[in-house]
């Protein structure tokens, strides 16, 4: 069955250095997100990408922040210069985007620990 | 803004018990999804409805979306360790499918 696949799984990196998470969405979907869950509280939307352009952004993702599809299959979010508070778990997620469902579907996620 | 109220917060049952859970919010959603998360993992989904009345099952798991568009209930029959993990309800905010997430309902069974 087709997943969503998120590089690496965990994380560990400095204050101020910069973070790329990598994710490869299901092949015929064509909407693409990411979300952060912080440890032990919801899941938050930072991103929504679709037609190799930022549709819609949360407050969370500023311009540190920044996606890119570089090649048709992955997706990646950058951090470019991290700070304690990004520590979080980060989702991608992709849609097909042609049937009105509403449907995402999840990787696995990206730990990110910030120190 | 739009928001997505969950309760309970969390459940500690036996297991062989009966779970509902339900979501409710002050606008109306188009559609309604059920999502669990295990530890460490990203949120699988578990049940997605679309029309308003809808009753949904998966295996034994049932969903209702509300009548009036703005609740929905997931109940979960006969528990077992396995059912363990946080259940999300959320709803697509507009066409770009952007989710909206309640806070989680834990679920934690008892030995």
């Known amino acids: 069955e087709p997943e969503v696949t998120q590089t690496p799984s965990h994380q560990v990196t400095q204050m101020g250095q910069e973070v790329i998470l990598r994710c490869v969405p299901i092949?015929?979907?064509?909407?693409f997100y990411w979300y952060r869950q912080i440890l032990g509280q919801k899941v938050e939307f930072l991103v929504s990408?679709?037609?190799?352009?930022?549709?819609?952004k949360s407050e969370i993702f500023d311009d540190q922040f920044s996606v890119e599809r570089p090649d048709g299959s992955n997706f990646t979010l950058k951090i470019r210069s991290t700070k304690l508070e990004d520590s979080a778990m980060y989702f991608c997620a992709s849609a097909i985007g042609t049937d009105n469902t509403g449907e995402l579907f999840f990787g696995e996620g990206s730990r990110l620990t910030v120190l | 803004g739009q928001q997505l109220n969950q309760s309970p917060q969390s459940m500690f049952i036996q297991e062989g018990e009966d779970v509902s859970m339900n979501c409710t919010s002050s606008?109306?959603?188009?559609?309604w999804l059920w999502y669990k998360q295990e530890p460490g993992e990203g949120p699988v989904l578990l049940i997605a409805l679309y029309k308003a009345g809808e009753l949904t099952s998966n295996g034994r798991l049932t969903a209702q979306f509300g009548i009036t568009r703005k609740d929905s209930f997931l109940n979960i029959s006969a528990s077992i360790p396995s059912d363990v993990g946080i259940y999300f309800c959320?709803?697509?905010?507009?066409?770009?499918?952007?989710?909206?997430w309640g806070a989680g309902t834990k679920l934690i069974i008892k030995p």
């Open positions: 606008s109306i959603f188009n559609t």
């Open positions: 990408f679709y037609n190799n352009e930022i549709s819609e």
């Open positions: 959320a709803g697509p905010l507009d066409s770009n499918y952007q989710l909206i």
């Open positions: 092949s015929n979907h064509l909407y």
